[in-house]
C-alpha cells in the first residue's frame, strides 16, 4: 500500500493474474471494501491518495512509457491523464496538484503538475531527481542525484521557485520522503562518511534531526502527520535486513510491536502512512503470511487505545498502550 487519507482511504497496488501473465493494478481500500481502477490497457502503480480521495498514478501503458495519471477513485471513476510520456505520479494534495518525475534529455527530473500544467523543479545538480511528497502549500520534497564516483544523493524541497539542499546527518546521502502542512519533512540519511547506516531524519524549522534507531542498527522515516506523528521502520540488526516497525511521538522512538497484544499473530514490519487522525498504514506478518494492516484509535471508554487489523482478514486486536497523537 502507499497512503492513507484522513477518510481512512487506503491507496495501493494489486497484483492481478491473468492466465499466465501477471499485471498490477492501482487500488483503493475504504470501508465498503477493495476497489480497482478499471479501463486500463497495462498496469497501474497507486502513489498518494488526498482527501477528495483522488489518487496520483502511474500508467505504464502496456510496457511502452508511463504516464502519470489522477483517479478520482470513489466518486465517478474518473481517470484524468496528464499527457507527459515518460513520467511517474507519486503524490498529490488537496488541490489536486501531483508531484512525480518526467524524462528531460534521458534524465528523470522532479515535477509537478498544477491545474494538469506540467511545472519542471529541477534538480540540485546536473543529474537526476525525484520527487516523493507534496504539502497543501505545493512545496515538494524528494532528492537530487550527484553522479560523482560515489553516487550520492541530497534531500531536497522545492519551495515556491526555490530549491533547497536539506543536507544530511554528516553522511553522503539523504533522502526526503514526506512533509506535512507545517513544512516538516521526514525522510532518512547517512550519519557518517565513515559508516554505511543511515538513522531516520526529521528537518524542521532549520534543524537537522537525528531520529535514532532500534540496536543502532538504522532506520528509515516514511511518512509525518500535521501533529508530527512520525512511522517508519527501524533494522533490527546491522547484520540483517529484518525490520520493525516504528513510530516517534514527541520524539521518542516506539516499536509498534510492543503495542501488541501477546498472542495476536501478528509482526509487524513497516508502517508506511499515518493519517492526521493517527491511522497507521503498513506492511506485516499474519500467522507467518504478508498482510497489510491498519491501526485506528478507539474512544474511550474502551480500555485499550488503538485497534490493528487486518485488512481483508476477520477480527481486531487491541493495543495495550494508548498513543496520544
Keep these: 500500500m502507499s497512503d492513507i487519507n484522513d477518510n481512512g482511504v487506503i491507496s495501493g497496488t494489486a497484483v492481478v493474474s491473468q492466465g499466465n501473465s501477471f499485471f498490477r493494478i492501482a487500488t483503493v481500500v475504504d470501508s ?3 476497489t480497482t481502477l478499471s ?11 488526498n482527501s477528495s480521495n483522488q489518487v496520483a498514478v502511474t500508467y505504464d ?5 508511463l504516464v502519470p495519471t489522477v483517479w478520482a477513485s470513489s466518486t465517478t471513476n474518473t481517470i484524468t491523464i496528464l499527457n507527459e510520456p515518460f513520467a511517474t505520479g507519486v503524490a498529490i494534495n488537496d488541490q489536486g496538484s501531483v508531484a512525480g518525475s518526467v524524462d528531460i534529455s534521458g534524465k528523470q527530473t522532479a515535477a509537478v503538475w498544477k491545474n494538469n500544467q506540467l ?3 529541477g534538480s540540485l545538480y546536473s543529474d537526476t531527481s525525484q520527487s516523493a511528497s507534496i504539502n497543501n502549500q505545493d512545496w515538494v520534497v524528494g532528492h537530487s542525484f550527484k ?4 553516487n550520492a544523493s541530497h534531500a531536497t524541497l522545492w519551495r515556491d521557485g526555490e530549491m533547497i539542499d536539506l543536507g544530511t546527518l554528516g553522511g553522503r546521502y539523504s533522502y526526503a520522503n514526506s512533509i506535512n502542512d507545517l513544512g516538516d519533512i521526514v525522510g532518512y540519511s547517512q550519519y557518517s562518511l565513515h559508516d554505511y547506516l543511515a538513522n531516520a531524519t526529521l528537518w524542521s524549522n532549520g534543524q537537522t534531526v537525528d531520529l535514532g534507531s532500534l540496536a ?10 500535521n501533529h508530527g506523528l512520525v512511522v517508519g521502520s527501524s533494522y533490527l ?3 540483517s535486513n529484518d525490520t520493525a516497525a516504528v513510530l516517534w511521538e514527541n520524539g521518542v522512538l516506539k516499536d509498534i510491536n510492543t503495542l501488541v497484544s501477546p498472542g495476536s499473530n501478528w509482526y509487524l514490519s513497516s508502517a508506511i502512512a499515518v493519517n492526521n487522525s493517527g491511522q497507521i498504514v503498513g506492511e506485516g506478518f499474519y500467522n507467518g503470511e504478508k498482510r497489510i494492516f491498519m491501526l485506528s484509535m478507539v474512544p474511550e471508554p474502551v480500555n485499550n487505545g488503538m485497534l490493528l487489523a487486518g485488512l481483508g482478514l476477520i477480527g481486531l486486536v487491541r493495543l495495550r498502550k494508548k498513543l496520544n497523537t
Excluded at 147 to 150: L, N, S
Aim: charged share 20%; no cysteine; proline share 0%.
Design 32 to 34: 465498503k471494501g477493495i
Design 39 to 49: 479501463g486500463m490497457d497495462g498496469s497501474t502503480y497507486a502513489g498518494g491518495i
Design 61 to 65: 501503458r502496456q510496457g511502452f512509457y
Design 119 to 121: 511545472n519542471i523543479l
Design 147 to 150: 553522479y560523482d564516483g560515489g
Design 216 to 225: 543502532n542498527a538504522g532506520s528509515k522515516a516514511l511518512d509525518i502527520n
Design 237 to 239: 540488526d546491522q547484520n
